[in-house]
């Protein structure tokens, strides 16, 4: 076998690694797999119909982004976070959600305005029809958004990386009653803050928008 196809193999493999750990991310996500629940490697085969090394390599994919974790001579677990754990993450990620944002305030163009509008008008529609799933991807795109108009690859980078171990939390606090109005209402005033360039408004309902979500953990005993 020649070098490039051993190397088109690897890239391949890597591929389908990548996309089995983001279907693993969203089953989690979804409730499928619950916090502390085992991943079984031969069961995960089954269930993507593919041998067990890009199963493994997904698995290791996840355990770096923080969403599994493993233990000796037990398995791979659904990473369970203790609340101190929970709140630590929110805390960090809203940090960096306040630095994206004052960047963004100071520094956003006509055209990036336009697209963050766009992307709240088709949030607005999805919440109207309870539609879970297509809204919070449609926020996931809105906040990576904040963080590319700043231009800092570095700040954009750290969030991502961190965001990913909170993900089934952000999704599943969605679910809670009133959730999604009050989400899409945050928004709303954010971006509108930033169209007027006052950074003031849009901390301001970045803290309320913070405040909420920590309520809902605790009011489920985090």
């Known amino acids: 076998m020649s070098f490039n196809k051993v190397k088109d193999n690897e890239i391949a493999n890597r591929t389908l690694s990548q996309q089995i750990a983001d279907s693993i991310t969203m089953e989690i996500i979804e409730g499928q797999y619950k916090p502390g629940e085992r991943l079984y490697e031969m069961k995960l085969t089954e269930h993507f119909g593919t041998s067990r090394a890009p199963i493994r390599e997904a698995l290791y994919i996840l355990e770096k982004e923080g969403i599994v974790e493993r233990s000796p001579r037990r398995g791979v677990f659904v990473k369970n976070y203790t609340s101190k754990e929970l709140f ?11 630095i994206a944002l004052e960047k963004a305030s100071e520094s956003i163009s006509e055209s990036q ?43 954009k980078e750290v969030y991502t990386n961190l965001i990913t171990r909170i993900t089934r939390f952000r999704f599943m606090s969605l679910s809670h009653p009133l959730s999604l109005e009050h989400s899409i209402e945050e928004y709303k005033s954010i971006v509108d803050g930033l169209i007027e360039r006052n950074y003031t408004q849009v901390k301001f309902h970045l803290k309320r928008k913070e405040k909420r979500a920590l309520e809902i953990w605790k009011q489920k005993g985090f």
Not at 130 to 146: A, D, G, H, P, V
Request: hydrophobic fraction near 40%.
């Open 88 to 98: 630590d993450l929110y805390d960090v990620i809203y940090r960096l959600e306040e």
């Open 113 to 155: 305005l336009i697209y963050l509008k766009d992307l709240i008008g088709q949030m607005e529609s999805e919440a109207e029809q309870k539609k879970i799933r297509n809204y919070f991807s449609l926020m996931e795109k809105l906040q990576i958004s904040f963080f590319e108009v700043t231009g800092n690859e570095v700040l």
